[in-house]
T-cell receptor, first 111, second 115 residues
Framework: GQQLNQSPQSMFIQEGEDVSMNCTSS?????WLWYKQDPGEGPVLLIA?????ELTSNGRLTAQFGITRKDSFLNISASIPSDVGIYFC???????????FGQGTRLTINP | DSGVTQTPKHLITATGQRVTLRCSPR?????VYWYQQSLDQGLQFLIQ???????AKGNILERFSAQQFPDLHSELNLSSLELGDSALYFC??????????????FGPGTRLTVL
């Protein structure tokens, strides 16, 4: 119930394509965060969402806090080689003291 | 650059040994969080400190301990190391205590290898 299910686990796309990934849970979340992690580096915050229905953009990235508060998605438009990496969703569910992470989506881009 | 610093970047040691990982939070942040990431695994929350006091505990082994000092830097102590403790250890910081609706910024991590 407190787990985050992130999908897909991996994506292999062509440069220029759009990307979509999502996280779902059976629990209600108060906050959704999306991070990108390069190999051997720390996660870097991409987008933070704090209200149900909120839609936020950061350059070519767009993320939404689901209306049910149990899901969130991240879209990347017109992918470029530097988008390669692992994307993690994370969130605080109601009553939680800790940030829970999804399993990650590994993005690979073919030039 | 997130503003969170961690040292050392790499650490290689032997089983049974003890190591200390250090973290300095972003300027103004009072909360420090420690995470473990094993190979191809997600991030597992270990422990949180807020303004010097332990605030929340996750999946932290009894062989591990942490503290936050008056200058707000934090140390994670790992003792009686086992091969399975080899992982990336990340520190994150945030402004407030509860964590709810608060955004965490991650350091570059310390890669621990236990031989």
């Amino acid at each position: 119930g407190q787990q985050l299910n992130q999908s897909p686990q991996s994506m292999f796309i062509q440069e220029g394509e759009d990307v979509s990934m999502n996280c779902t849970s059976s629990s209600i979340f108060n906050t959704w965060l999306w991070y990108k992690q390069d190999p051997g580096e720390g996660p870097v915050l991409l987008i933070a969402l704090y209200k149900a229905g909120e839609l936020t953009s950061n350059g070519r990235l767009t993320a939404q806090f689901g209306i049910t508060r149990k899901d969130s998605f991240l879209n990347i438009s017109a992918s470029i080689p530097s988008d390669v990496g692992i994307y993690f969703c994370a969130g605080f569910f109601q009553g939680a003291q800790k940030l829970v992470f999804g399993q990650g989506t590994r993005l690979t881009i073919n030039p | 650059d997130s503003g969170v610093t961690q040292t050392p970047k790499h650490l290689i040691t032997a089983t049974g040994q003890r190591v200390t990982l250090r973290c300095s939070p972003r300027s103004g942040d009072l909360s420090v969080y420690w995470y473990q990431q094993s190979l191809d695994q997600g991030l597992q929350f270990l422990i949180q400190y807020y303004n010097g006091e332990e605030r929340a505990k996750g999946n932290i082994l009894e062989r591990f301990s942490a503290q936050q000092f008056p200058d707000l830097h934090s140390e994670l102590n790992l003792s009686s190391l086992e091969l399975g403790d080899s992982a990336l250890y990340f520190c994150a910081s945030s402004v407030v205590a509860s964590g709810t609706t608060d955004t965490q910024y991650f350091g570059p991590g310390t890669r621990l290898t236990v031989l």
